[in-house]
């Protein structure tokens, strides 16, 4: 078991230019996450996959930001048009399949975007 | 709205001295309440899940409660290696998202 893992661990950009980061989950989990962290505050949802599906989206997923998870492995998450306020913490999670929500996230250690 | 709120947002104790951090939470239809640990530069990690009031779990010096408004994580005999920020959590609407507090960030000093 390697964990979750993110690439790149940190980027930074010009304004109004495109990111991409990659999240490669536990190998044996369906369910993936990505959230977004500031300094200062706890984690904030941005989307969920189960598998290949894209199942939940946040309002705070504008249409600058895009996901995809081809083959429900790994994921990627996208932003185009970078602004200064997309500067955060981008943290991957996955957890396995099964009916009851534990609660139970696992979670990469990050990328940092800071934008510039 | 879905909230959880924690406080303190600090707190600063010496080696051995016993305190609690509290996450009030105003989620509606809950089902669960979640505690993580955060480092600084790395993701969350799970602590514990807690279903229903008066539930308590227990790992080394940390003990979470439960009631129908709101969580204690109990720190009892803190040692440094507590030192992190602790995030509480609890599922969005219906779905599996969860939604997180802004979290305790704890300090032990020998």
């Known amino acids: 078991d390697t964990g979750v893992s993110q690439d790149p661990r940190h980027k930074i950009t010009k304004r109004g230019q495109n990111v991409t980061f990659r999240c490669d989950p536990i190998?044996?989990?369906?369910?993936l996450y990505w959230y977004r962290q500031t300094l200062g505050q706890g984690p904030e949802f941005l989307t969920y996959f189960q598998n290949e599906a894209q199942l939940e989206k946040s309002r705070l997923l504008s249409d600058r930001f895009s996901a995809e998870r081809p083959k429900g492995s790994f994921s990627t998450l996208e932003i185009q048009r970078t602004e200064q306020g997309d500067s955060a913490m981008y943290l991957c999670?996955?957890?396995?399949?099964?009916?009851?929500?534990?609660?139970?996230?696992?979670f990469g250690e990050g990328s940092r975007l800071t934008v510039l | 709205e879905d909230q959880v709120t924690q406080s303190p947002e600090a707190l600063r104790l010496q080696e051995g001295e016993s305190s609690s951090l509290n996450c009030s939470y105003t989620v509606s239809g809950l089902r669960g309440l979640f505690w993580y640990r955060q480092d600084p530069g790395k993701g969350p990690e799970f602590l514990f899940t807690?279903?229903?009031a008066g539930e308590e779990k227990e790992k080394e010096r940390l003990k979470a409660t439960l009631t129908k408004k709101e969580s204690f994580l109990h720190i009892t005999a803190p040692k440094p290696e507590d030192s992190a920020t602790y995030l509480c959590a609890a599922p969005w609407q219906a779905g599996t998202a969860l939604i997180f507090g802004k979290g305790t960030t704890l300090s032990v000093s020998s």
């Open positions: 999670a996955s957890s396995p399949p099964g009916l009851l929500n534990t609660g139970e996230l696992f």
């Open positions: 807690l279903y229903s």
């Open positions: 190998s044996e989990h369906n369910r």
